[in-house]
């Protein structure tokens, strides 16, 4: 459980990592892998979803093998500060795996995944008729060779 600091605890770590690397074992798998009650499994994990520490129990997928074989991150120059106007038109895209505010050149990065070139072009021709767009940047991604969370400390 958090302490006053905010920070968690060893069993809550062991929890988190377990997770990590399988987020569908059951309640019985983590409390035997992690040493400890069920009960003690249960109360964690849901003061760790309260919290926001977890925030979705998530499955890995091959986007290749369903046909989403153009990855891509679309750099976002925005004027005016007005980053969340425009993040926010970008958010329910259904390509649109993640939206990163960032430093340097430009102040937006979209990873996305289409299924074809001409769908990304029409995608990204749309992205820079957004008022307050810039400039757009878009950079193929050839080969993801780590996608992983990383295990907390």
Known sequence: MKNKTGKI?????RIINILINNPRKSYR???KEARVSVATIANRLKELVKSEIIK???????????????HVMIFIRVSQGKEFVV??????HENVTSIYDITGDFDVLVIARFKNRKSLDNYVKKIQTYEFVER????????TIKE?????E
């Open 9 to 13: 605890d060893n069993t809550d770590r």
């Open 56 to 70: 979705d129990y998530t499955t890995s997928i091959d986007y290749d093998k369903l046909g989403y074989e153009v």
């Open 136 to 143: 757009t940047q878009t950079q193929l991604i050839l080969n």
């Open 29 to 31: 798998e983590l409390a």
């Open 87 to 92: 993040e926010k038109k970008l958010f329910n």
């Open 148 to 152: 992983h969370p990383i295990e907390v």
